[in-house]
């Protein structure tokens, strides 16, 4: 059973960075599509960004040009820098790792998740 753990969440205020971090216990998912999404309280869960075997990104028209995913496959690590955050921003963001290799927006399309990571914005 392949696991994805988060880590890099926390409280921080409007306009300010973070960097979430998610390594996965298997070597093969270096090669995988891998996505973060996110649950704000009362909300759906909604797709973030993703990133694709062959490094190719996608990202919810909300974050375009605030946050970059990227990956360092020696680490078996996917990441997700997050700047000029917004109070908007608050939610849990979940890791999210594909048996494929295409990146796609679709929750369903994942099989495996991540814990989740709080992360908090504040005015």
């Known amino acids: 059973q392949v696991q994805l753990v988060e880590s890099g969440g926390g409280l921080v205020q409007a306009g300010g960075s973070l960097r979430l971090s998610c390594a996965a216990s298997?070597?093969?998912?270096?090669?995988?599509?891998m996505g973060w999404f996110r649950q704000a309280p009362g909300k759906e869960t909604e797709f973030v960004a993703a990133i694709s075997w062959n490094d190719n990104t996608y990202y919810a028209d909300s974050v375009k040009g605030r946050f970059t995913i990227s990956r360092d496959n020696t680490k078996n690590t996917v990441y997700l820098q997050m700047n000029s955050l917004k109070p908007e921003d608050t939610a849990v963001y979940y890791c999210?790792?594909?048996?494929?290799?295409?990146?796609?927006?679709?929750?369903?399309?994942?099989?495996?998740w991540g814990q989740g990571t709080q992360v908090t914005v504040s005015t």
């Open positions: 999210a790792g594909s048996r494929g290799f295409i990146a796609t927006t679709l929750k369903s399309n994942y099989d495996y």
């Open positions: 298997e070597r093969t998912f270096s090669s995988h599509a």
